[in-house]
């Protein structure tokens, strides 16, 4: 089973940035993604970005603000979030699929989450 050591959420002031970080163990498959999906107080979660090693990385918004990276040698995927805005507030789930990419899926694992809130 994927687990998943999420951190660098926290309370940032509107134009502000975060990186939150993800370091995932536990893989079956040599073939993975790592992506973060967020949920916004009585929203429907929305994916934000995505990223693996056989088909590079996916950025479902505003990849003018949202830029994910990785660092395979410490298996660890980042979320670098610049130019804050309040609706930017939620909590950001780092999700992994093990035996896949980002466009199929595969086996799906979802962290506890990093809480961003975004002060006007």
């Known amino acids: 089973e994927v687990q998943f050591v999420e951190s660098g959420g926290g309370l940032v002031q509107t134009g502000g940035s975060l990186r939150l970080s993800c370091k995932a163990s536990?893989?079956?498959?040599?073939?993975?993604?790592i992506g973060w999906v967020r949920q916004a107080p009585e929203k429907e979660r929305e994916g934000v970005a995505c990223i693996s090693s056989s088909d590079g990385s996916f950025h479902y918004i505003e990849s003018a603000r949202f830029t994910i990276s990785s660092d395979n040698a410490k298996n660890t995927v980042y979320l670098q979030m610049n130019s804050l805005k309040p609706e930017d507030t939620a909590v950001y789930y780092c999700?992994?699929?093990?035996?896949?990419?980002?466009?199929?899926?595969?086996?799906?694992?979802w962290g506890l989450g990093t809480p961003v809130t975004v002060s006007s």
């Open positions: 999700v992994a699929f093990d035996g896949g990419n980002c466009q199929e899926g595969g086996t799906e694992y």
């Open positions: 536990g893989f079956i498959s040599d073939d993975y993604a």
